[in-house]
């Protein structure tokens, strides 16, 4: 159980375009989601916690106009890269708990590589 | 001082070893604690999580938790090639879950 499903897994866009990313929760409900991303041989930093019916909440330094996020069901959220810039290159990689509890583990999507050109 | 700290490694151990990662932690709060793995290219995967003070195990893998040190390691018995791979230690206090920077595992044959 707790599968969270992710798409596209991976992709390339040009400069200036936007792109859409999809995390889905299979087969439980998740309030709240989490985005992270990773550089090469980073650790994942927290973007912004997804609130199903409100609005995100960014991390300090993110961008709230060029991350876009969207929580309109219990079961998928969605992040948009606005137009990218080839320094938005990075693993995107969503995650959500089981239950919106303290000491409920987060289980994670595989991730989106986006590269952009 | 980083609030999740983990020697970046690599630590290197013979296969049949046991690795021994560590992760501390500052905030006293700190609730509850994940261990990660995550493969080059791949999302993490959990591997275990810990709540309170002592030894949790799990088939190879032991959790410890020392909340009076802001302590948690996780042992890897019997190590395979296949185990090598960043380890990700992860505490979760009353808000957001904060990963370390992860610590690379080598198991060789």
């Known amino acids: 159980g707790a599968v969270v499903s992710q798409h596209p897994s991976r992709v390339i866009c040009k400069s200036g375009t936007s792109v859409k990313i999809e995390c889905r929760s299979l087969d439980f409900q998740a309030t709240t989601m989490f985005w992270y991303r990773q550089f090469p041989k980073k650790s994942l930093m927290l973007m912004a916690t997804s609130n199903e019916g409100s609005k995100a909440t960014y991390e300090q330094g993110v961008e709230k106009d060029k991350f876009l996020i969207n929580h309109a069901s219990l079961t998928l959220s969605t992040l948009t890269v606005t137009s990218a810039h080839p320094e938005d290159s990075s693993f995107y990689i969503c995650s959500a708990s089981y239950r919106d509890s303290y000491n409920s583990p987060l289980h994670f999507g595989n991730g989106t590589r986006l590269t952009v050109t | 001082q980083k609030e999740v700290e983990q020697n970046s490694g690599p630590l290197s151990v013979p296969e049949g070893a046991i690795a021994s990662l560590n992760c501390t932690y500052s905030?006293?709060?700190?609730?509850?604690f994940f261990w990660y793995r995550q493969y080059s290219g791949k999302s993490p995967e959990l591997i275990m999580f810990i709540y309170s003070n002592g030894d949790k195990e799990d088939g190879r893998f032991t959790a410890q938790l020392n909340k009076a040190s802001q302590y948690v390691s996780l042992l890897i018995r019997d190590s395979q090639p296949s185990d090598s791979a960043t380890y990700l230690c992860a505490v979760r206090g009353f808000q957001k879950l904060v990963f370390g920077t992860g610590t690379r595992l080598l198991v060789s044959p």
């Open positions: 905030d006293r709060g700190s609730q509850s």
